[in-house]
């Protein structure tokens, strides 16, 4: 049985949707046009970062003479594409989870990395936003995950406290992210599987939604 006074706050990319893998479909394209060696490393490293600390870790890797601008830019206008054609891929239990929780009247926040504008759009588009009472997106702030801000600022604008909030996030820095809120992380493991140290930091690790949804069941 849910308890009366916590709260759910989520991350989008990899938790929500299943963006993750389409979008490192994307780098990959673009870097095996442009001949652009260790995508895959560099993209891994990225995930759950805003498009700032993702600018800093390429330039880490490749170095400021690398066009980060133009490589975002065709990456996104192909992930444009291939969504307008086939919608954004919702992780399986997504639905089943909010309705679970709204149905329960707990209180329920998004706090994304990808820039406002973005998660709104996908959101509205997949019908979920409504679910949500307040979403925050990576760009209204400039430190991105690891670090607790976006986190601390949902929590402030829901008017909860983080200790009795879980957030439910799948990369390796939102877990470390809400863990330095001093919330509840749940991790659901999606392009990067469980380690000890997650493990360490989270009060669960489940295989999916469903699986989250169960859990807040009882």
Known sequence: MLQSDISVIFDMDGTIFDTERLVLDCWERVGETHRIPDIREVFMRCIGTNKVRTQEIVYEH????????????????????????????????????LTYLSENHV????????????????????????????????????????????????CERMGVLPENTYAVEDSYNGI???????????????LTPATEEMRSLSVAVFEDLFQVKAYFEG
């Open 62 to 97: 490749y170095g400021k003479v690398f066009p980060f601008e133009k490589f975002s830019e065709e990456s996104s206008v192909l992930f444009h594409e291939i969504t307008e054609k086939a919608g954004i891929p919702v992780k399986p239990g997504v639905v089943e989870l």
């Open 107 to 154: 209180p329920l926040g998004l706090a994304s990395s990808t820039r406002l504008a973005a998660v709104t759009q996908e959101l509205q588009a997949a019908g979920l936003y409504d679910y949500f009472q307040v979403v925050v997106g990576g760009d209204l702030l400039k430190n991105s995950k690891p670090a607790p801000d976006i986190y601390l600022m949902t």
């Open 176 to 190: 470390r992210s809400a863990h330095s809120a001093g919330m509840r992380p749940i991790m659901v493991p999606d």
